[in-house]
Nanobody, 121 residues
Framework: QVQLVESGGGLVQAGGSLRLSCAAA?????????MGWYRQAPGKQREWAAL???????NYADSVKGRFTISRDNAKNTVYLQMNSLKPEDTGVYYC??????????????WGQGTQVTVSS
């Protein structure tokens, strides 16, 4: 029953940066196999964006590689998503998740409520 609370969304111009935070409660993130972020643009399906495992390995969707960085701070029990060189197509609601990554499958068991990111051109 991990609870996840996102923050850090907002409105930025193309080329700008935002840092999203996902604070966890009731469970230590060091004991969670995988955490990360999905996003959903208006009128589009939810898509996976980034993942970090308990061992510290990271994975990114092709659409964000080279621009986004996922990290975790176990002492603060928080996962971060640093988003640089933002594009209008990055606009959407960003959702933090907790779960597991086994084989090539992401298993999600907890979600945050989402935080809005809007990138203007």
């Amino acid at each position: 029953q991990v609870q996840l609370v996102e923050s850090g969304g907002g409105l930025v111009q193309a080329g700008g940066s935002l840092r999203l935070s996902c604070a966890a409660a009731s469970e230590s993130i060091s004991s969670i196999n995988a955490m990360g972020w999905y996003r959903q643009a208006p009128g589009k399906q939810r898509e996976w964006a980034a993942l970090i495992t308990s061992g510290g390995t990271t994975n990114y969707a092709d659409s964000v590689k080279g621009r986004f960085t996922i990290s975790r701070d176990n002492a603060k029990n928080t996962v971060y998503l640093q988003m640089n060189s933002l594009k209008p197509e990055d606009t959407g609601v960003y959702y933090c998740f907790a779960g597991a990554y086994r084989g090539t499958t992401i298993y999600t068991r907890s979600w945050g409520q989402g935080t809005q990111v809007t990138v203007s051109s």
